[in-house]
């Protein structure tokens, strides 16, 4: 026979809608990433195409 014994709590229950979730705005860091990304996946299909446009570099003086 076991010493103890728990008593199984019910969920509150809901008396109205559901608020809506705020959604929160994204941080500045993660912009810089997802630019840094987007110009990355660029660059990858560019490179994949075979179509690679570099400036000419200029002569040292």
């Not at 019910?10 to 941080?27: E, L």
């Not at 660059?43 to 040292?60: D, F, H, Q, S």
Request: aromatic residues 4%; charged residues 35%.
């Amino acid at each position: 026979m076991p010493a103890f014994t728990f008593e199984k709590i019910s969920p509150p229950v809901r008396r109205g809608p559901i608020a809506p979730i705020a959604k929160k705005q994204r941080g500045v860091i993660v912009q810089i990433l997802d630019r840094f990304v987007e110009a990355r996946v660029k660059r990858t299909l560019r490179e994949e195409e075979g179509v690679i446009a570099r400036r000419p570099r200029k002569p040292a003086k």
